[in-house]
């Protein structure tokens, strides 16, 4: 089991008698077990990863189109997970390539990105030479927010359509249950902004992936969602409402959290505990604490 809380970084900034809130990142707190039937197996596991986003490169001869090479855009996002481990480290390596590998391209029209699996979209052939310019493309390489946000739950989704083949999920859904955050920096107007994913069942009892854009008012939980996720974000507004640091603020939260299971026996999440920021295109390890 695994306890991950996840929003938008909020203090308070004051400008002599006059005072606002601002939001300096996303931040991410996080506990370090592992477990199997209430057995903890590992502590210290890493839970938040920050990942690459990369929009490769055009090569052209004259008109010629003369394939993608290397990469003319990189950014990053950083992305925290529970459920059971070995799926979602699958779903986490899928999430990764899919990101890591944009590919620029022209269809119906205009001009977009295509992920790595949208093979037929990609580029060939030749192209008027005035196409393709940084105005066409713009300063961030037609990436925004959103676009990441819906490119990481394809990345989930086909997964779980690889692994609807195997006919195994209707009898283990159990096994395939995966909750995710993403916190990214917009590239198009350097917001930050949070989502939140969960794989649910269909009425096929199959599995379909659900995707919510967390506002700056609330915080996403997975792990121990049913039993945290109100009290965390009642922490949260309170903590926005006194003027205090809601990372820090929400890391706290996580470590009472984390006492109080441990106190009634309950080891399915533990110590050591992790606060990480994001900031620009930067995870940060700002703190942990070991008991």
């Known amino acids: 089991m695994t306890l991950v809380i996840a929003g938008h970084s909020m203090q308070d900034s004051s400008f002599g008698t006059s005072k606002s809130t601002f939001c300096d990142g996303v931040f991410f707190v996080s506990d370090s077990n592992i477990t199997q039937k209430g057995n903890v197996l590992v502590s210290g596991f890493k839970k938040v990863i920050e990942t690459p986003v990369r929009v490769a490169g055009l090569n052209f001869l004259g008109e010629w189109f003369n394939g993608y090479l290397g990469y003319d855009y990189e950014d990053s996002c950083a992305i925290a997970f529970a459920g059971s481990t070995l799926v979602a480290q699958h779903i986490m390596n899928s999430i990764r390539n899919h990101l890591s590998d944009l590919k620029p391209t022209y269809v119906?029209?205009?001009?977009q990105l295509a992920m790595p699996c949208e093979t037929k979209k990609f580029l060939y052939g030749d192209y008027d030479t005035d196409m393709f310019q940084k105005r066409h493309l713009g300063k961030n390489h037609l990436l925004t927010a959103n676009f990441i946000a819906s490119v990481m739950k394809h990345s989930v989704q086909s997964v779980l359509e690889r692994a609807k083949k195997h006919q195994n999920m209707k009898r283990m859904f159990s096994a395939y249950q995966a909750e995710f955050i993403l916190g990214v920096r917009c590239p198009e107007t350097n917001k930050y902004h949070v989502y939140q994913y969960e794989i649910l069942p269909d009425q096929a009892s199959e599995a379909v992936v659900g995707m919510e854009e967390i506002h700056e008012g609330q915080v996403a939980v997975i792990g121990m969602?049913?039993?945290h996720e109100n009290d965390a974000?009642?922490?949260f507004q309170a903590a926005v409402q006194a003027g205090k640091h809601t990372a820090e603020a929400m890391f706290d939260f996580l470590n009472d959290a984390i006492r109080n299971q441990n106190q009634i026996g309950n080891f399915?999440?533990?110590?050591?505990?992790?606060l990480y920021k994001q900031m620009g295109i930067r995870l940060e390890l700002e703190k942990h604490r070991d008991s």
């Open 225 to 227: 969602r049913q039993l």
């Open 268 to 274: 399915e999440i533990g110590f050591p505990s992790y």
């Open 233 to 235: 974000n009642a922490a």
């Open 108 to 111: 119906d029209g205009k001009y």
